[in-house]
C-alpha cells in the first residue's frame, strides 16, 4: 500500500484522548481563592504535586488551576513509556553526574515503583504494563554502541540484557533490528491520558479543588500572601508549585533554559491476529531505536501500534503555534519508516495522527528550583521523559517548599541549572545546525562533527 493511503482516514487527534470516557471539565474558577498551596499545571507535574501534597498532610488546603483541560497536553498525548530514568538514560547521567548516579538510579527505580504502587492504591485505570523497553539497533555503528552502553550499564549495577539479532528478533521481528538492549523492570506502559484523568479523581477525592479553563496570568506578592491572576479571579496562596511544562513559567527568569520542540506519533487501527502474529512482540515491550532522530513504538491494549518520534521540530523563533500540531510531511515520514520496519503489515491503516510541544533543555533531564524567597517552587524541561520523573519532581518541589533538606534537595542534579539557550535568532540558527548535524551523524555510522563535539565539550547536552 502507498504510505499516503494508509493515512487517509487517520483521525487529527491524539488517540488517548479521543475516548468517550474521558472525563468533562471542571468549572472555571470565578472569584476568589483562599489556599495554602496552589499548584499550577494540570499535567502530571501539578497532579502528582496535588496528590501527594494531600498525601503528606490530609489537613493541608491545596487548590490546582489548569489552563486547559486536565492531560490534554503533554501528558495526555504522549506515547506512554514511564520510565525509572531521572536522567534520561545512562549515558546523558553518568556524563552528568556520574558521582550520583547510583543514587539516581536507586531513587528512579524507588520512583517508579511508588507509581506502580498508587496505580493499585488509588485504583488508577491506566493500563500500566511493567513489559520493560528494549533499545534496537538498526544500523551497524549502533551495534557496537549498544554494546558499549551494556558494559557501562554492567559496572554501574544496572541489569540490562544484551540481545543479539537472533534474540531481538525472537522478542519483535523485524528485517532492521540488529542488537537490542533490553531493560526488563526500568521502564513501565501506560495509557497517558487515563493515568492524567486517574490521577486527577484521586486528587479531587482527596479533596483538592480543581479548576479547569483557568490559566493563571500573573503571579505577585499580596502582602504575606502569593496573588495568582486569572481570567475570572484570582488565587491567594500561602506556596505556590509551578507544573507547566512547555509553555511560559510565571517565573520569567527560568523562560531561558526551556524551548518548546514539536514530536509526532501515529497510531495504527488494531491489529488482526495473523498480523500480530507476524511480528510477535508477545512480551508488549516498549521499543526505541537508537539513532540520533529515533523511534519509539509500542503496543496498545486494544490492538494497535504507536509508532512516533523521529522529527522533533523547533518553532522558528521558538514561538509556539497551533499550525505546527499537524504536520502531514512528518506523518507521511512516519508511515513510510513504519512499513520499512515492518513490511509484514503492508495493509494496515492508520486510525490517529498527532503532534504536540514538550519542553527541552540543554541537559536533556529535569531542573529545579524556587523563587520569591522559597515560597515558588519549579520543575521543568523533562524533555520527555515526564512520564515517571515528574512524580520525582513533585516530590523535590514538596522539599524545596518546605525548606528542610532531604536526599533529593542534596543532589548536585537538583541543585544545579542547565546552560540556558541563546536568544533569539541565535536559538533558531543554533537548533537548525544541530539537528542538521545529528541527521548527517546517522548517515555516517554515528560519527560526530565539529560542531557537535564543540557542544559536547561545553556540557550543551544534544545527543537525543
Sequence with gaps: MDPARSLAAARPVPYWLDDPARPDAEPA??????????????????????????????????????????GAAASGRNGGFCAASLTHGTANGLARWPGEFATLQRLGERNLDAIEAAVD?????????????????????????????????????????LLDRDQVRAEVDSPTFLAGLYDRRGVALVHPAKLAWGLKRAAVRSGVRIYEHTPAT???????????????????????????????????????????????????????????????????????????????????????????????????????????????????????????????????????????????????????????????AYAAGYTGLGVGATRFGAEVMLDLLAGRPTERTALAMVRGRPLPFPPEPLATAGIGLTQWSLARADRSAGRRNLWLRALDRVGLGFDS
Excluded at 474558577?29 to 498532610?57: M, Q
Excluded at 485504583?123 to 558499549?148: S, W, Y
Excluded at 514530536?263 to 488482526?272: K, R, S
Design 218 to 376: 500573573s503571579l505577585t506578592r499580596h502582602g504575606a500572601a502569593l496573588a495568582a491572576r486569572t481570567p475570572y479571579g484570582r488565587v491567594l496562596a500561602h506556596h505556590v508549585a509551578l507544573g507547566t511544562g512547555v509553555f511560559p513559567s510565571l517565573l520569567r527568569r527560568t523562560r531561558q533554559y526551556t524551548v518548546p520542540v514539536y514530536d509526532y506519533a501515529l497510531t495504527t487501527e488494531p491489529l488482526t491476529a495473523d498480523q500480530r502474529a507476524a511480528i510477535g512482540w508477545r512480551g508488549r515491550q516498549g521499543l526505541g531505536d537508537s539513532a540520533n532522530r529515533f523511534h519509539y513504538f509500542r503496543p496498545t491494549a486494544d490492538g494497535r501500534v504507536l509508532w512516533g518520534g523521529y522529527d522533533a521540530v523547533y518553532p522558528r523563533g521558538g514561538r509556539m503555534s497551533a499550525g505546527y500540531q499537524h504536520r502531514p510531511e512528518t506523518y507521511l515520514r512516519l508511515a513510510r519508516h513504519f512499513f520499512r520496519c515492518f513490511p509484514q503489515l503492508e495493509g494496515v491503516r492508520f486510525s490517529h495522527a498527532w503532534g504536540g510541544a514538550i519542553d527541552t533543555c540543554t541537559r536533556f533531564a529535569a531542573f529545579f528550583g524556587t523563587g520569591y524567597g522559597g515560597r515558588v
Design 29 to 70: 474558577l470565578a472569584g476568589a481563592e483562599h489556599c495554602d498551596l496552589l499548584v499550577v499545571g494540570g499535567g502530571y507535574s501539578g497532579l502528582w504535586t496535588a496528590l501527594l501534597a494531600k498525601e503528606r498532610d490530609p489537613d493541608r488546603d491545596v487548590v490546582l488551576v489548569e489552563g486547559g483541560r486536565i
Design 121 to 161: 492504591h488509588y485504583g488508577l485505570d491506566c493500563e500500566f504494563e511493567r513489559t520493560g523497553e528494549i533499545d534496537v539497533a538498526t544500523a551497524e555503528h549502533q551495534v557496537g554502541e549498544l554494546r558499549e552502553a551494556h558494559e557501562a550499564a554492567v559496572r554501574h549495577g544496572l541489569d540490562l540484557e
